[in-house]
Nanobody, 114 residues
């Protein structure tokens, strides 16, 4: 059973930082490109950042220079370090493998507000 469990969200002031974690199970984690997605109220879920099995990363334009994705294959875990957070980053954040896009977890809420 494929499962993704996200954690690390919370309420943070503009300019603050958070580190999200996502533990994956039921897949051979090390061979998959992994991604972080987010869904803001009233909007579609969007892909924010990806990391390949080899460690190459890419980020959506609005978060480049502020968000960093990383992975620990020994722990089957992918991370998202978010710095210089803005109110428009407020969303529920999910992880998944872009090739799978199923068995979505509950996500972790990130709220950026003063």
């Amino acid at each position: 059973q494929v499962q993704f469990v996200e954690s690390g969200g919370g309420l943070v002031q503009p300019g603050g930082s958070l580190r999200l974690s996502c533990a994956a199970s039921g897949i051979i984690f090390s061979i998959y490109t992994m991604g972080w997605y987010r869904q803001a109220p009233g909007k579609q879920r969007e892909l924010v950042a990806t990391i390949t099995s080899g460690g190459s990363t890419d980020c959506e334009t609005s978060v480049k220079g502020r968000f960093t994705i990383s992975r620990d294959n020994a722990k089957n875990t992918v991370y998202l370090q978010m710095n210089s957070l803005k109110p428009e980053d407020t969303a529920v954040y999910y992880c998944n493998a872009p090739r799978l896009r199923r068995n979505w977890g509950q996500g972790t809420q990130v709220t950026v507000s003063s």
